[in-house]
């Protein structure tokens, strides 16, 4: 036999363990690995931002639009809704220069609320637009 060993009578059972699967596919999951590490590690060279907290520098003319958790508009402490804010950023938009936008949003709002806003003001060219957040706590 292939083994050198005595052959195996009918009765007989087979203690040898067959590693030739086993081999097989440890075989095929390196040739993969091989191929495909080379593909991760290589990657468009890119200077990603660093992580930084600026001071948000109050002028009179910036425009303050805050969302609520409930999804209220609000435009300089002012309740508003989504055309009212689209009639005020066409407004906006004409100055040169045109005001810079900070919005404001609860922790909790949904998503869409905010991307509303983000829309209004993008498709009524106030373009100049920053988020408000609170700045991580140092312990």
Do not use: C
């Not at 191929?35 to 109050?58: D, G």
């Amino acid at each position: 036999m292939a083994g050198g060993g005595e052959p195996i009578a009918e009765g007989d059972y087979n203690s040898e363990i067959n590693v030739v699967p086993l081999v097989d596919v440890m075989l095929v999951l390196l040739i993969i690995f091989i191929i495909t590490v080379p593909v991760a590690t290589k990657a468009v060279r890119v200077n990603l931002p660093v992580n930084f907290n600026q001071p948000t520098e109050t002028k009179p003319e910036n425009i303050n639009i805050s969302v609520d958790f409930a999804g209220q508009i609000y435009w300089n402490d002012n309740p508003t809704n989504l055309d009212k804010l689209a009639e005020m950023a066409r407004a906006e938009a004409v100055k040169d220069p045109q005001p810079e936008v900070h919005i404001r949003a609860d922790k909790r709002v949904t998503y869409n609320y905010v991307g509303d806003v983000l829309t209004t003001l993008q498709r009524n060219y106030l373009l100049k637009v920053a988020f408000i957040a609170e700045p991580p706590h140092q312990d």
